[in-house]
Antibody, heavy 119, light 109 residues
Framework: VHLVESGGVVVQPGGSLRLSCAAS????????MHWVRQPPGKGLEWVSL????????YYTDSAKGRFTISRDNSKNSLYLQMNNLRPEDTAFYYC?????????????WGQGTLVTVSS | EIVLTQSPGTLSLSPGERATLSCRAS???????LAWYQHKPGQAPRLLMY???TRATGIPDRFSGSGSGTDFTLTISRLEPEDFAVYYC??????????FGQGTNLEIK
């Protein structure tokens, strides 16, 4: 299993950003996927979940209405569209593979991509 | 939302010693849907345990998990140098959010 995130940059408060995750080494459309973040010096925080077919999505409260998770199973790719970014969104963002079709434990993680929200 | 509280925040031990990490949930974690992860600086987190007590693929048997309901424990029987890291518990046994504990930093004494 190989998960490679990209798209992390420095962005101003109120700005937008799309993270991508390229997946390989497994049958992508057999598993749910997640985004998990870690602010510098802090712990892990689950951000969002998408089911194997993209039909169901879930978000942490702070992401609702601002972030959109999506996937393209034909491209083995996961995305996170982030709008109206806040300084508290600054974090490493990890692409994470679920063990099941919808929601189970996280059995593989990417290396992460750093998003910095600052003026 | 289920809140997970890990203790201690920092654990200072020497190689060869036994480590006991605790994770307490604010409400019952159904069907033992409790996982543990290891995270080292600059690396991707790694799954250690799921279902509270089942070791993930490739995890050595010095790692063991136990508990049910609201109280869970990760035990490392004899610490190896590579075991010093931050450990997180996580619950996935209900509708999201899939919350993590705040982490236990296992450091070399």
């Amino acid at each position: 299993v190989h998960l490679v995130e990209s798209g992390g940059v420095v962005v101003q408060p109120g700005g937008s950003l799309r993270l991508s995750c390229a997946a390989s080494g497994f049958t992508f459309d057999d598993f749910a996927m997640h985004w998990v973040r870690q602010p510098p010096g802090k712990g892990l925080e689950w951000v969002s979940l998408i089911s194997w077919d993209g039909g169901r999505t879930y978000y942490t409260d702070s992401a609702k209405g601002r972030f959109t998770i999506s996937r393209d199973n034909s491209k083995n790719s996961l995305y996170l569209q982030m709008n109206n970014l806040r300084p508290e969104d600054t974090a490493f963002y990890y692409c994470v593979k679920d063990k099941a079709l919808l929601g189970s434990y996280f059995d593989s993680w990417g290396q992460g991509t750093l998003v910095t929200v600052s003026s | 939302e289920i809140v997970l509280t890990q203790s201690p925040g920092t654990l200072s031990l020497s190689p060869g010693e036994r480590a006991t990490l605790s994770c307490r949930a604010s409400q019952t974690v159904s069907s033992r849907y409790l996982a543990w992860y290891q995270h080292k600086p600059g690396q991707a987190p790694r799954l250690l345990m799921y279902g509270a007590s089942t070791r993930a693929t490739g995890i050595p048997d010095r790692f063991s998990g136990s508990g049910s309901g609201t109280d869970f424990t990760l035990t490392i029987s004899r610490l190896e140098p590579e075991d010093f890291a931050v450990y997180y518990c996580q619950q996935y046994g209900s509708t999201p959010p899939y919350t993590f504990g705040q982490g236990t930093n296992l450091e070399i004494k």
